[in-house]
Each structure stands twice: as C-alpha cells, then as structure tokens.
C-alpha cells in the first residue's frame, strides 16, 4: 500500500524530503503545521485529525528521531517489518500507536493482532473472519479500518463502495471493531472526488475514522473531513527499497 506523491496531487503538500535524519524532527513540524493551516482553512480545530507518520522500509533510528519529537502514531505495510522493529522501539517510547496499512495475508493475522493497534486494509470476507478467530483465541480486539476501492480499480485491494453497508454488517456480525473506513485515489485522478466519496460514506454507516489522504495530498483529504492522513515521505524522505516480502 504506497504512501506517494504524484503530479497534481504535489502542489498544496510540497515539502523537501531530504533523506539526512537530521531534519526529520524540522519535517515533522513542518507537516504538523500544514494539518494545522489546512483544518484552519476549513474551520476544523486541528485536534480533529491524527497523523500517522508512515514509517514502512525506514529503520529504528530514523523512527526514533520522530519516537523523541513526540509523534506516537505510526503506519507499516509489512507484519514482518513491524515484528522486527517495534518491540524495542516500543520499550524505548511508550504510547505508541500501530497501524498496519499494507495489504494482509491471512497467514500473518496472528502476528498482526498481536502486534497492530488498528488494522486498516480490512478488504474482504475471509480476512474478516481471520481476524474474527484470532480475536477470539487472544483476547486482543485490534481496531479496523475497511479499505474502500473507491476508484473501482481492478489491480487494487478494497471493497466496492455499493458493498461497503453489507459488508460492515458482514464484520459487526462477526463481533469486529470496525471503526472506519480508508482509501487510496487512483494516482491518475483528482482525489477530491474518492474524499467525498468516503466521507460520505463513512457518515451514512456512523463511522467516526475516515483515513484518507498521504504526503501529495492530504490538506485536501483535511477539507473532505480526514481524521487520520498517511504522510510518509514528507517527514522520512525517499524511502529505502526493501526485497519484495509478503504480509
């Protein structure tokens, strides 16, 4: 699940994403004061939206830096990363706040109920009930997103907007914590609409989270009612390539 920047979405986000660690405490504040502005300009108290820094491929230290600046809301894409680089991070920084953003492989519900506050690519019924039987051998009752294909794209992981009322009541039925929605824009369109579209969603179900908006774009996804943006990039800088992995 990318956290990108692309063409026309760069322009009210701009921020230089140089990869020296020094300065990602400067580009954390920066990004802080850009959701700040952009909730100003649409007359949001600025306590409405979460950042989740996106930390997936950068290394403990890197986080660290951001751990000390006070940010306690994080993102990872891979179980398997986030196995092996937040156990002693979280010793080190209590009140961390874990969210696994990148596509789940059944195989690995274990480990990400265990290890991930909120999982926010909840996409489809075998997964559900995955989580749903993990749930009721831990104890442990992660919170979940449902990832929306809102751009109905046939390459990418969602439910189709005119499924997500029957399969919300798929996932309460089967005792979920499903708290809100995400999505991903297709990077080839104005993202305002796929906003509006989840936004609206999210209200007609009761949903108090709609997670939507990443480094290009997210003052925008602040004027369609975000209350969590996924910024990577802007706060980390160019990301390492890490070999392809699964879950």
């Keep these: 699940m990318a956290e990108t920047t692309t063409g026309s979405r760069s322009v009210t986000a701009q921020h230089t994403a140089s990869p020296d660690r020094d300065s990602i405490t400067i580009r954390l504040d920066e990004v802080r004061r850009t959701i700040a502005e952009a909730c100003a300009d649409c007359g949001r108290p600025a306590a409405q939206v979460a950042l989740v820094a996106v930390s997936k491929t950068h290394p403990a230290e890197s986080v660290a830096e951001a751990l000390a600046a006070g940010q306690r809301i994080y993102g990872e894409n891979r179980v398997q990363e986030a196995k092996a680089k937040w156990p002693e991070l979280r010793a080190r920084f209590p009140g961390v706040e874990l969210h696994l953003i990148g596509p789940l492989q059944t195989n690995k519900v274990k480990d990400a109920v265990a290890l ?61 914590d499903v708290v809100g929605l995400m999505c991903i824009p297709p990077v080839d369109e104005e993202p305002a609409m796929h906003f509006a579209l989840l936004s609206d969603l999210a209200r007609r179900n009761g949903l108090p989270v709609v997670s939507m908006g990443m480094s290009g774009d997210y003052p925008t996804a602040i004027r369609f009612g975000a209350t969590h943006v996924r910024v990577g990039t802007a706060i980390f800088g160019a990301r390492p390539v890490l070999p392809a992995a699964g879950g």
């Design 116 to 176: 991930f506050d909120v999982i926010e690519t909840l996409d489809r019924p075998k997964l559900a009930e995955a989580i749903a039987a993990e749930q009721a051998k831990s104890g442990r009752r992660p919170r979940c997103l449902i990832e929306v294909n809102t751009g109905g794209e046939a390459q990418k992981a969602g439910i189709a907007p005119t499924e997500v009322d029957s399969f919300l009541a798929a996932c309460r039925a089967l005792d979920l």
